[in-house]
């Protein structure tokens, strides 16, 4: 799958262009290299799109590479699921899955080398006084008082922190580098700490892990990695990764190049936040379509091709662009499924109405497209029955002067079928509409009344064969633009309580057996999809993904 244009803003992939056009680059190999430790989010898709779309447009390679340094964090559903959204997204990795946990051996054995020159020493301090130590952006640090142990006692310490000899934060291994350095990841990094943690994919063979920092780069030289492209507050950590690939006997030395982050509006995108969202029940799971998460996009309705158009858009630069309108993200989805989803009716809030000059037996059926302009789509049957529902919000007792849609005394086109007037309200005791009385004009079929000009059109769904289901109406997560921009604040006081609205209502029947994920534009409603878990009390439901109005793409031509 290939993106259709090339023409947002893109410099990493303009500067890998330039590299081999002039020679000096042959094929490029990239990675994308998440940690297991909660599901995939937008931020990640533009990551994902970045490093595997050069990979895909240069003819080079992108690997996948789990970072599981951390196994107290980590899942094998995560993992799971982080295969399954980057193969949603339409790309493949080239050979096997790969793991940083492949390296623990050889790290381990560049961690004994660094000891061996002296550039590496076990440190008995505690993390409070590591941070102490460390000290500030305006001061520089203090070296510690074990920063002169002998190779062979750092070597002995080393080899017990590996055995399961000291007990997690007694002891950590450091680079020694520069206590005053103005970089403060300089400052005598943590390069393995304790942690007598059973491991996904190694099982209990490690008492100690590495750090990401001297796991990240040597995992990138060891694959051959020539862009290693990663967001802007790894910066600062460039000079490190730079500095282990010059004191190590690593197979080649891949480039760091840093470019801004998605910064989404009303969204947060922090994993520990998005998984308090989840543990707290705020949100049902990871792939609650509330959720930015890839496999709630998913759920949601988004398909690859609209994730993918996103992340072009938006383009790649250095410079923090600031927050990305979600309208933009709306108008992405809502072009691909203008183009690509079958029509259907649909009534949220139904109000019955009754054709009254139908006999009761009556039924015709009308053969509809399933889509306007895609003749592949083939047809759908709609059944006229003597009662139909119709929206509530299309009928109005006393409509203003531009209301075009039912009212007594009014017409009104029934969608694909025949005009229709209102002859009748019919209210119960408390004066609450029950059901209107409508007339059938049956020359109207595919053509104007004679005399009149009837400019409303609504939707409608026989009762008799109704299809009763649940839709659920989402809407932003959270009320504000940058929901966790305050750190006085906490974020969860921005939770829109209207995220997510559920109403039944009734579907044409074409939608009575439908697969999970299938997208639909509800006529006149917007775009929905059937919840991948099926049915609830015997009702389908359906997810609104977006609605029918695009607002982003209303203030595109203005501008």
Request: hydrophobic content about 35%; some cysteine.
């Amino acid at each position: 799958m290939s993106v259709d244009s090339h023409s947002a803003p893109n410099f990493i992939r303009n500067q890998v262009r330039e590299e081999i056009e002039a020679g000096r680059q042959e094929a490029i190999v990239t990675r994308f290299p998440p940690e297991p430790n909660g599901f995939l989010h937008i931020g990640h898709a533009k990551s994902i799109c970045l490093n595997f779309g050069l990979a895909e447009q240069f003819g080079g390679q992108c690997h996948l590479r789990f970072d599981d340094t951390n196994p107290a964090k980590e899942e094998q559903a995560y993992i799971d699921a982080i295969k399954a959204d980057i193969t949603w997204l339409g790309f493949e990795w080239d050979g096997a899955v790969r793991y940083a946990s492949d390296y623990f051996d050889q790290l381990y054995a560049w961690a004994q080398h660094l000891v061996r020159e002296g550039k590496a020493y076990v440190d008995d301090l505690s993390p409070d006084e590591i941070r102490e130590y460390r000290g500030t952006l305006t001061e520089a640090g203090q070296p510690s008082p074990y920063r002169d142990r002998s190779p062979e006692e750092n070597l002995d310490l080393l080899e017990r922190m590996r055995q399961g000899e000291f007990s997690e934060g007694e002891k950590v291994l450091r680079a020694k580098i520069d206590m005053a350095a103005s970089n403060i990841n300089l400052r005598d990094p943590i390069l393995y700490r304790v942690r007598h943690a059973h491991h996904h994919q190694t099982g209990d063979k490690w008492k100690i892990y590495p750090s990401y920092d001297f796991t990240h780069g040597q995992s990138d030289a060891l694959e051959g990695v020539t862009h290693s492209l990663c967001t802007l507050e790894f910066e600062d950590h460039r000079p490190l990764y730079e500095w282990f690939l010059d004191h190590l006997p690593v197979p080649s030395k891949p480039r760091q190049i840093e470019f801004a982050r998605l910064n989404l509006a009303h969204t947060v995108t922090s994993k520990r936040k998005l998984k308090l969202l989840v543990d707290q029940g705020i949100v049902d799971g990871w792939d609650d379509p509330r959720m930015p998460t890839i496999s709630g996009m998913r759920r949601r309705g988004y398909t690859p091709g609209s994730v993918r158009k996103f992340c072009e858009m938006i383009g790649v630069t250095r410079a923090d662009g600031g927050m990305v309108d979600i309208a933009m993200l709306y108008h992405a989805i809502r072009s691909d499924l203008e183009d690509n989803a079958p029509r259907a009716m649909c009534v949220l809030k139904p109000l019955k109405v009754v054709l009254t000059n139908l006999p009761e037996e009556h039924q015709e059926t009308f053969e509809v497209a399933g889509h306007p302009a895609r003749d592949d789509m083939g047809v759908r049957h709609l059944p006229l029955t003597r009662e139909v529902w119709i929206d509530q919000d299309d009928f109005m007792e006393e409509p203003p002067k531009k209301f075009f849609r039912l009212a007594p005394g009014q017409e009104v086109r029934l969608r694909n079928a025949y005009v229709i007037r209102c002859d009748e309200v019919i209210k119960d005791a408390a004066g609450d509409i029950q059901e209107l009385r409508c007339s059938v004009d049956l020359d109207t079929l595919g053509k104007n009344p004679e005399g009149r000009k009837v400019k409303g059109v609504i939707h409608w769904v026989s009762t008799a064969h109704a299809v009763p289901v649940e839709v659920r109406l989402y809407d932003n997560l959270f009320q504000v633009e940058a929901p966790d921009r305050d750190r006085d604040v906490d974020f969860l006081e921005h939770l829109n309580p209207a995220s997510l609205r559920i109403v039944e209502g009734y579907a044409e029947p074409s939608l009575a057996e439908v697969e999970p994920e299938s997208r639909y534009q509800f006529e006149r409603v917007g775009y929905f999809c059937a919840d991948r878990h099926a049915c609830r009390d015997g009702k389908r439901v359906f997810n609104r993904t977006v609605g029918l109005k695009d607002g982003w793409a209303k203030a595109q031509k203005k501008g």
